[in-house]
């Protein structure tokens, strides 16, 4: 296993790069700590499988170095860099049992027999796949297979790191989360370094200590889930990651106070007057119904899923959502929200603020 470090990297398909739109990956550097689980988070075409691609060695990066450990390997091809690959569609010897696939990293590396079947077994139990050990490959369903490339990419325990690229993708909804959970087990048993490529924030935020949010080529923010839930560094993350995402407003900040629509909002602390596009955000959950006071609320619809209710309206002419416990009867005269003020985030063409000081 290793740390990887990306020291200012950047990609473009293009031969003669010029302008910014040329560049697949901005630059970008970052460190992944030895036996981490890290998620690349973005939607489609923000650059993560150039990122993962990268990592693997299958594309060298037009600028920047990538380092397993101490090592230099941004010259070195994919097998000189010992890692292990799960994609987004089975890959496996359809000639083969599944004990037969999952034990062919092992046999290429040599390993005494003795040895590979105790590994074989304990991934096999992992991945739930004991009992179809003897089963040929032919003819499982694309679910096994998949379970099968899942197991073959962790049998190996001497790999510097695993990439997982949109893994799950062809696993069934129910499966699904069945797996993502194996996943994380699996990590916390074999303790590898794992990066998971996904545009699905579920998966992300159950599997990965550490989420890198992509948008447009560039990595706009990395840290744990919650941090990314609670103080999100830019407006796509606020948006990205929740469901629904971080509600945003247009709005006039001075000191501690921000005018939104005519209306004056509490902030928990003052900012120095910020210039350029100013918006607050706050997550659904951190707004309150209201009859009278706050900001005025249109009610488009209402959605129960569960436990909670969402209620879909506009302040201001903006989208805008609140998330209501179930139990929680809707107030009579509704026609308004108040914000919670330590909630409320402030950013300026897209980027997170930080207040002059944090209210005591
Ligand atoms: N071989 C290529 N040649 C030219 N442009 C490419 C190539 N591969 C990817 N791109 C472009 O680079 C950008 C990033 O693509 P990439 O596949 O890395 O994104 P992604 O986030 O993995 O998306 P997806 O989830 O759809 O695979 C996109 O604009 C894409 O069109």
Redesign the pocket.
């Known amino acids: 296993m290793a740390r990887i470090t990306l020291d200012s990297l950047a990609h473009s ?1 293009s031969p003669a790069p010029g302008a910014e739109g040329d560049w ?1 990956l901005k630059p970008m550097s970052l460190t992944w700590r030895d036996g981490g689980a890290y998620a690349l988070l ?1 939607s ?7 990122l993962l691609n990268i990592i693997s060695g299958l594309l060298h990066p037009t600028r920047g170095r990538v380092l397993f450990g101490d090592r230099d390997v941004t010259d070195q091809p994919t097998a000189a860099r010992n890692i292990a690959q799960v994609f987004q569609f089975p890959v496996v010897y359809d000639t083969m049992t599944v004990r037969q696939n999952l034990a062919f990293p092992l046999r290429n590396r040599g390993l005494p027999a003795d040895r590979i079947a105790a590994r074989v077994d304990a991934v096999a139990r992992m991945i739930g796949m004991q009992d179809a050990l003897d089963r040929r490959a032919q003819g499982l369903t694309p679910d096994a297979k998949q379970k099968i490339s899942l197991g073959r990419g962790m049998v190996r325990q001497d790999v510097n790191a695993i990439l997982f690229d949109e893994p799950l993708t062809v696993i069934d909804p129910q499966m699904k989360w069945e797996l993502r959970t194996q996943l994380k087990a699996l990590h916390r048993e074999f303790g590898h370094t794992m990066i998971y490529v996904t ?1 699905d924030q579920t998966e992300a935020l159950t599997f990965a200590d550490e989420v890198v949010v992509m948008s447009e ?1 560039r990595v706009v923010q990395a840290g744990t889930p919650q941090s990314l839930f609670d103080a999100p560094a830019h407006t796509f993350v606020g948006y990205f990651i929740g469901s629904p995402g971080m509600n945003l407003l247009d709005a006039q900040v001075s000191g501690g106070t921000a005018l939104v629509a005519g209306t004056t909002i509490p902030l928990a602390a003052p900012y120095a007057a910020p210039k350029g596009r100013v918006q607050i955000g706050i997550r659904p959950d951190a707004a309150r119904p209201s009859a009278g006071e706050g900001l005025p609320f249109r009610l488009i619809r209402t959605e129960d899923v569960g436990h909670h209710r969402i209620l879909r309206g506009e302040v201001a002419g903006a989208p805008f959502n609140l998330v209501v416990p179930e139990d929680q009867p809707i107030l009579a005269g509704f026609d308004r929200v108040t914000l919670d003020p330590a909630r409320i985030g402030v950013f300026v063409d897209d980027w997170r603020i930080e207040p002059l000081e944090r209210a005591a």
């Open positions: 398909y697949a973005g489609s075409g923000c650059g993560k499988t150039t545009h080529g």
